[in-house]
């Protein structure tokens, strides 16, 4: 059994549409267990414009009852209010109107092979499309997800570690569930007071520079059972999964686990986490985390830890240089309505992608039509490589 979702819209057409397969019937949720998430995407000093307009909620248009998911696909939309504002330049249907075509593509965007590989004459038909605004449909679907994980114990968390030059410092010992209570009212979801100050600092005086910057998140994944994943095949491997989704979010250039490419420096006996007997659910303990919590393809019982790296926005303010795609001249590139910088709604949509591939990995490997049965081939599982505390093996 397998969690499928695909998204569809454009950023200022009359809405996004996400459609989810394979969510075990008898999972409950409410307005607020999607919406929530979806406000969470909103959020982040340096937001531009759209989400001052925009007020996103999802609405059901099949695959739940009375707040019971049916086992049946689930659709969901997400009306763009922007759209009142674009009818004309994005209507599905002809219009009197002359519409100007768009020529000028954006460096680092997908403008330009857009054009290329689809055979388009005019800009605005591939940045649309492109467009982070499709991350909203991706959130919405993986708020679904998360409910179905938090049924098995498990909970997926987000915060910023850097934007622009500015880092988070260290920190002396793992972070914990309870560590993440107050992170969203940081204004740009970041865990020490001191960094968050100096981003918000960064983010200004950039942006007074015309400038937007990038910056890397981390996204945790509690509760994690061991052995989501596989060795056996290349397709199977956990984190080859999770990279290919986080890697799928707009402008992200970079994945990592745990230490990541810290880890290419020491040697490898600083670099693996040992095992020492007693403590835990499975009998033994380890003192450090560098794998992140996956090994061999396969998540370990340890926490699972994904850093994505964004490269600063492709938009700017004050436009980088470009071709006329129309005329072949030298030109300034499109300006459009931007952010300054998405690095907190970027963890947000990690959060999403993480729990709609540890979902999936649950539905592998446990299956469920109902969440019941899900749950209780989990529970078995579980007595199964359980050892007491005190066992040493």
């Known amino acids: 059994m397998h969690l499928r979702f695909t998204t569809a819209g454009e950023s200022h057409g009359p809405g996004l549409v996400a459609v989810i397969e394979g969510v075990p019937a008898g999972l409950r949720l409410l307005p607020e267990d999607l919406d929530v998430d979806l406000a969470r ?31 049946s696909p689930i659709a969901l939309s997400i009306a763009n209010r922007d759209y009142a504002n674009w009818e004309e330049r994005m209507n599905p249907w002809p219009v009197e109107a002359e519409i100007d075509a768009v020529h000028l593509p954006r460096p680092g965007h997908a403008d330009l092979a ?73 204004p740009v979801r970041c865990l020490d007071k001191d960094a968050e100050r100096a981003m918000i600092r960064e983010i200004d005086e950039q942006r007074k520079a015309n400038e937007s910057l990038g910056g890397i998140f981390e996204v945790l994944v509690f509760g994690a059972i061991p052995g989501l994943g596989s060795y ?45 007997p007693g403590g835990g659910e499975w009998g033994f303990h380890r003192t450090s985390n560098h794998a992140g919590g996956i090994e061999g393809g396969m998540t370990n019982g340890e926490t699972v830890v994904i850093k994505g790296a964004m490269k600063p926005l492709p938009t700017l303010t004050k436009p980088l240089q470009s071709v006329d795609i129309a005329t072949g001249e030298a ?10 910088c998405t690095v907190p709604a970027a963890g947000v949509v990690a959060e999403a992608m993480a729990a709609l591939v540890f979902a999936d990995a649950y539905l592998e490997k446990f299956g469920g039509d109902n969440v019941a049965d899900t749950q209780a081939s989990v529970a078995a599982y579980r007595a199964r490589i359980a050892k007491p505390a005190d066992t040493e093996a």
């Open 331 to 340: 030109v300034q590139a499109l300006r459009e309505r931007t952010d300054s």
């Open 41 to 71: 995407r909103q959020l982040g000093h340096g937001r531009g414009g759209r989400m001052k307009i925009e007020t996103d909620t999802a609405t059901v248009i099949s695959g739940i009852r009375h707040g019971v998911t049916l086992g």
């Open 232 to 276: 056996t095949t290349w397709d199977g491997r956990i984190e080859g999964r999770l990279a290919q989704a986080i890697c799928s979010i707009q402008a992200i250039k970079g994945v990592g686990f745990g230490d990541g490419f810290d880890l290419t420096g020491i040697p490898g006996s600083q670099a693996h986490d040992e095992m020492f």
């Open 114 to 186: 857009g054009v290329q590989k689809f055979g388009h004459d005019d800009v605005r038909n591939v940045l649309e499309r492109a467009s982070a605004r499709e991350t909203t449909a991706r959130v919405a679907v993986g708020a679904v997800a998360r409910a179905f994980l938090r049924e098995l114990g498990v909970e997926v968390r987000s915060h910023v570690t850097r934007i622009g030059a500015v880092d988070s410092p260290p920190r002396d010992r793992p972070l914990r569930l309870a560590d993440f209570d107050g992170v969203d009212q940081s």
